[in-house]
């Protein structure tokens, strides 16, 4: 991998949170209690999966971070 690689999914990180599987269990959990939240909630509550999520995603404030983050990937995909 060269450094300018390393910058852009250094990059990539800062923006749309951390990569690595492990690092992201905390989406997988937010997921859990979304679906638990919505089994138990009064049905006039209206439970989106983004105010789940952890701290990095809620400070995105347009679009989806994972459409975003898969578009930045293929684009860097293409570009090599």
């Known amino acids: 991998m060269t450094s300018g690689e390393l910058t852009e999914w250094a990059a ?3 923006v749309y949170g951390p990569i690595l599987v492990h690092e992201r269990i905390d989406v997988g ?12 909630a009064k049905p006039r509550h209206e439970l989106k999966l983004r105010d789940f999520m952890p701290g990095w995603y809620q400070n ?10 898969y578009e930045a990937l293929m684009k860097m995909a293409e570009a090599k």
């Open 12 to 14: 990539f990180e800062q």
């Open 29 to 40: 959990l937010a997921q859990l209690g979304w679906i638990m939240a919505r089994l138990w």
């Open 60 to 69: 995105l404030t347009q679009g989806d971070a994972v459409l975003q983050g």
